[in-house]
């Protein structure tokens, strides 16, 4: 039995309609950095129905039959995959309307776009999508480099609109912060968009610090990107929480489903008794004051003792750690504990670990001591997959071989 609780901004009921069993084939476009201008003409032919639906993938992409898709669907946009194989999402053209309205609304009007990010991933796309509904021409940063601060500041130049907007992943967001012309750009944007990854509260601090107008969004592929903004839905969608703390997302930003998968659709998408249209996320949440404050992926779910730990929690607090400039959290196969909870650390430059004395006992007093990390591993970088994310995956076979190697008779490396 599903609670009520639920954050709602004009409650819409919506539910998928497709015209009478029109279907086309998507134009698969691979996409090079420096052709986003390209995507942009056929993502205008894909919105206005001039041209075929439009599947923009990275160009070392291994080619893939998607089918048809119905005829309302404007983009087909594969997932980062983080909960097994990537699945192709098809997005209509009202729900990208219905997305790139509600957030000039929310912005107080629409501007001129810097992309900064890939355009194959929805936070990219929908950066071309609201710059060709608002007939804007987006700048387009130099995607073909690596990103730098002095790159973007060059960009940020180039704005000519009355109002600036971007959108950024918090990798982008820590190496602008980290010099004073990265910094100075920010603070020239009306407003700058953080999602992809949760974003570590002392980077957020920070940035509002050198008056930065920052915006941290919270949605996905299936949302047609991000669909709550500093934890408030978007004019339209509807948040509620289930009896488990899952999150459930409603509202014209829907995506129509998984292209190939009516199994996997009908599992993750749902009409109720009242006619609207829910999504059933991956992510467990908090709702207070109709604020949703989002805790992490349910499986990411340690359970450790039979007690259950939020990674992204316990990430967030050892994070205040000065010397620790980027932490996930992991849970690896232990024989006592089920799974015990690991820390892997990227450390500040120049600093020195913290001792795992001092770790637990920073994340002890407010999360509990089962919550507290039994053991730490240090990396030059956390591994990543899509824009912005960790590779939660690839973490844990990290901390699974440092503690592989902490086993007796086997010598001491990576851990603490």
Not at 301 to 311: E, H, S
Request: hydrophobic residues 45%; aromatic residues 2%; contains cysteine.
């Amino acid at each position: 039995m599903q609670s009520r609780r639920r954050a709602t901004v004009r409650r819409t009921a919506y539910v998928a309609s497709y015209p009478g069993g029109v279907r086309r084939r998507p134009r698969i476009l691979p996409v090079r950095p420096g052709e986003e201008h390209a995507v942009a003409t056929a993502l205008a032919s894909a919105l206005d129905g001039s041209g075929p639906p439009l599947a923009p993938v990275a160009a070392d992409t291994p080619a893939r039959d998607l089918g048809a898709v119905d005829d309302d669907v404007a983009l087909v946009v594969t997932t980062s995959g983080s909960t097994g194989e990537p699945r192709a999402v098809a997005l209509t053209a009202g729900a990208l309307r219905a997305s790139a309205d509600a957030t000039a609304e929310r912005l107080g009007g629409p501007g001129q776009w810097l992309l900064a990010l890939p355009v194959q991933h929805v936070a990219g796309l929908q950066v071309l999508t609201r710059s060709v509904l608002a007939g804007t021409a987006p700048v387009v940063l130099d995607l073909t480099a690596p990103f730098t601060p002095e790159a973007f500041a060059a960009a940020t130049a180039r704005l000519e609109g009355p109002r600036r907007l971007t959108s950024l992943v918090p990798t982008q967001l820590h190496r602008l912060l980290a010099v004073p012309h990265g910094r100075t750009a920010l603070a020239s944007f009306d407003a700058v968009l953080v999602g992809g990854a949760a974003t570590d509260p002392r980077l957020v601090r920070e940035a509002r610090a050198a008056s930065v107008r920052l915006v941290l969004t919270y949605g996905m592929t299936e949302t047609a990107g991000g669909c709550v903004y500093d934890g408030v839905p978007l004019d339209g969608v509807q948040v509620r929480l289930d009896d488990d703390a899952r999150i459930h997302l409603a509202g014209p930003v829907l995506a129509s489903g998984y292209v190939g998968e009516p199994g996997l659709t009908a599992r993750t998408f749902a009409v109720d008794d009242d006619g609207v249209r829910w999504l059933r996320t991956n992510d467990l949440g908090r709702l207070g004051g109709g604020v949703l404050d989002v805790l992490g992926r349910a499986d990411d779910v340690i359970v450790t003792g039979g007690v259950k730990v939020a990674p992204a929690a316990v990430e967030a607090t050892i994070t205040e750690l000065p010397e620790v400039a980027h932490a996930c959290v992991v849970g690896v196969p232990d024989p006592e504990w089920g799974a015990v909870v690991v820390g892997v650390l990227v450390l500040a430059p120049g600093a020195e670990a913290p001792s795992l004395e001092e770790v637990r006992a920073r994340v002890a007093p407010t999360l509990g001591a089962r919550s507290a990390p039994r053991r730490l591993v240090v990396v030059e970088e956390l591994p990543a997959r899509g824009p912005g994310k960790v590779d939660r995956r690839a973490v844990a076979r990290i901390a699974a071989q440092a503690q592989d190697e902490r086993a007796p008779g086997r010598p001491r490396t990576g851990g603490a």
